[in-house]
């Protein structure tokens, strides 16, 4: 059963579930500021991606993924990777309290991380400042996966593939039955990753921010479900 994970409005912490016409009226609004102010109206676009834990998906049953404590971070923040945007992200998401995240490790070197969100993390999440908008309420038995990041030191050999079949497991164990993520349009490699290992796109999110002392703190999040939501404005800058 496939969950409506509809349209979505965030601003600053906020997040308020939206109709896909008033989604198409704020874009259209924001589209006009934005071509007025080109300069100052920061744009950026991430594709939603969902996947039915159901399917027949496969698995690797010889990979063991250990759920990430409070050493293994600790451990973490002295790798070389340490500054890294998805391992400062998810550092940031365990000091919020987003502590179900697990780790694939090998002769005691990390080879893949993630972290896995439930609908019981709604509170952490709005705690997340300027990106809580990015992640609406989860509704029941949907997950969210985030930060994904294989260790440059085991990249391109299918670390990231196995270590999701993986994580499909641990999911469905949590009682999960759909999980969705967003991956950053730019991002050829994570989308590479995303096709290889099931996911389907279904929507946008579109983040807009104004390039202004004061109000950079209150990005504005549109969530669409369809292609329908796009970009109106070029000037991205990937993150
Ligand atoms: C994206 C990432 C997790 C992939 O990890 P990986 O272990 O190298 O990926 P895999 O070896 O399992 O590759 C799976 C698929 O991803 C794609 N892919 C991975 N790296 C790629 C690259 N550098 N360029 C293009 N496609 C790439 C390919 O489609 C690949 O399938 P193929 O080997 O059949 O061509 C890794 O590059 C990474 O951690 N990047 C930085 C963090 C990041 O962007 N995280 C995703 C946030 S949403």
Same mark, same amino acid.
């Given at each position: 059963?496939?969950?409506?994970?509809?349209?979505?409005?965030?601003?600053?912490?906020?997040?308020?579930?939206?109709?896909?016409?008033?989604?198409?009226?704020?874009?259209?609004?924001?589209?006009?500021?934005?071509?007025?102010?080109?300069?100052?109206?920061?744009?950026?676009?991430?594709?939603?991606?969902?996947?039915?834990?159901?399917?027949?998906?496969?698995?690797?049953?010889?990979?063991?993924?250990?759920?990430?404590?409070?050493?293994?971070?600790?451990?973490?923040?002295?790798?070389?990777?340490?500054?890294?945007?998805?391992?400062?992200?998810?550092?940031?998401?365990?000091?919020?309290?987003?502590?179900?995240?697990?780790?694939?490790?090998? =002769?005691?070197?990390?080879?893949?991380? *993630?972290?896995?969100?439930?609908?019981? $993390?709604? +509170? /952490?999440?709005?705690? %997340?400042? &300027?990106?809580?908008?990015?992640?609406?309420?989860?509704?029941?038995?949907?997950?969210?996966?985030?930060?994904?990041?294989?260790?440059?030191?085991? =990249?391109?050999?299918?670390?990231?593939? *196995?270590?999701?079949?993986?994580?499909? $497991?641990? +999911? /469905?164990?949590?009682? %999960?039955? &759909?999980?969705?993520?967003?991956?950053?349009?730019?991002?050829?490699?994570?989308?590479?990753?995303?096709?290889?290992?099931?996911?389907?796109?279904?929507?946008?999110?579109?983040?807009?921010?104004?390039?202004?002392?004061?109000?950079?703190?209150? +990005?504005?999040?549109?969530?669409?479900?369809?292609?329908?939501?796009?970009?109106?404005?070029?000037?991205?800058?990937?993150?």
């Amino acid at each position: 059963m496939i969950a409506d994970l509809g349209e979505w409005l965030g601003l600053g912490p906020y997040c308020w579930e939206a109709t896909p016409f008033f989604l198409a009226g704020v874009t259209t609004c924001l589209g006009v500021i934005g071509t007025a102010f080109s300069e100052r109206v920061i744009s950026q676009r991430w594709i939603r991606y969902r996947i039915d834990l159901a399917d027949d998906l496969p698995d690797s049953p010889d990979v063991h993924l250990t759920p990430v404590t409070d050493d293994i971070i600790r451990a973490l923040r002295g790798h070389p990777d340490h500054a890294e945007h998805q391992l400062r992200s998810g550092f940031r998401f365990w000091d919020r309290g987003l502590r179900r995240a697990y780790v694939w490790m090998d =002769r005691e070197q990390p080879l893949c991380i *993630q972290w896995l969100l439930t609908g019981a $993390d709604r +509170a /952490r999440v709005r705690t %997340l400042d &300027e990106w809580a908008g990015m992640y609406p309420p989860l509704v029941s038995h949907v997950g969210q996966v985030e930060n994904l990041f294989a260790f440059s030191t085991a =990249r391109r050999r299918g670390v990231a593939t *196995q270590f999701e079949y993986a994580l499909y $497991d641990e +999911a /469905r164990r949590a009682g %999960l039955r &759909e999980l969705v993520t967003h991956i950053h349009e730019a991002n050829a490699a994570a989308r590479g990753w995303a096709e290889r290992t099931g996911w389907h796109p279904f929507g946008t999110i579109t983040r807009f921010q104004l390039d202004v002392r004061g109000l950079r703190a209150y +990005a504005v999040y549109l969530h669409s479900s369809d292609d329908r939501g796009g970009l109106r404005l070029h000037h991205t800058r990937p993150v």
